[in-house]
C-alpha cells in the first residue's frame, strides 16, 4: 500500500468517526438544556390512569378529606376550595362545582347524598370513559353514581357526575 492509499485510508476512517460522533453527541448536547424539550420527555412517560383508577384515587382522595365525623375530625372539600386544584377533576366540572358552590348546595354534588359513605367500590361502565361508583351508607343503604370522563391533557379526568337510576 502507498502512502497515498494510506493517507487516504486514515482520512476516510477520520471522517467516519468524526461523523458518527456527530450524529450521536449533538442531538444529545443539544436537548440537554432544553427545558421544554426535557419536559415534554417526563411528561411522555407519566403512566395514564384509567378511568376506575382514576374513580378510586379522586374518591379515596375526598373521603379521606372529608375525615370521620365521629371523631370530631371532619373537612368539607367544597367549602375548603380543595376540589379546585384536584388533578382528576376536569377544569369545565371544577367550573360547575364553583357556580354551585357560590349559589349554595343542598347535598353534596360529588356523592349526590347529605350523608357521607362508610366506603366505596368502583366498576367499569358500558360506554368508553364512564364508571359506576358504588357508595355503601349502611349494611342496607347503597347509591351509585354514573361518572362521565373525558380526556384532557392526555389524562382522564371526571367531567360528569349523575346518580343512576
Known amino acids: 500500500m502507498t502512502k497515498k492509499q494510506l493517507f487516504m485510508c486514515v482520512m476516510i476512517t477520520a471522517i467516519a468517526i468524526i461523523v458518527s460522533l456527530a450524529i450521536i453527541f449533538l ?4 436537548y440537554s438544556g432544553n427545558k421544554e424539550y426535557q419536559e415534554n420527555v417526563e411528561i411522555s412517560f407519566e403512566v395514564v390512569l384509567s378511568p376506575e383508577d382514576v374513580a378510586k384515587e379522586f374518591y ?3 373521603l379521606a378529606y372529608i375525615g370521620n365525623r ?3 375530625e371532619f373537612h368539607n372539600p367544597l367549602v375548603d376550595g380543595a376540589y379546585k386544584d384536584n388533578q382528576y377533576l376536569s377544569s369545565g366540572f371544577i367550573s360547575e362545582l364553583d357556580k354551585m ?3 349554595g348546595i343542598a347535598a353534596d354534588p360529588i356523592l349526590l347524598a347529605q350523608d ?3 366506603e366505596f367500590s368502583v366498576d367499569r361502565g358500558r360506554e ?3 364508571v359506576i361508583v358504588h357508595l355503601q351508607f349502611g349494611s342496607s343503604s347503597n347509591h351509585d353514581l354514573k361518572l362521565t370522563m373525558i380526556n384532557e391533557l392526555g389524562s382522564w379526568k371526571i ?4 346518580q343512576m337510576n
Open 159 to 162: 367531567n360528569k357526575i349523575e
Open 27 to 30: 442531538p444529545v448536547s443539544a
Open 128 to 130: 368508553t370513559g364512564t
Open 116 to 118: 357521607i359513605p362508610q
Open 60 to 62: 379515596g382522595w375526598y
Open 70 to 72: 365521629s371523631s370530631g
Open 101 to 103: 358552590v357560590a349559589d
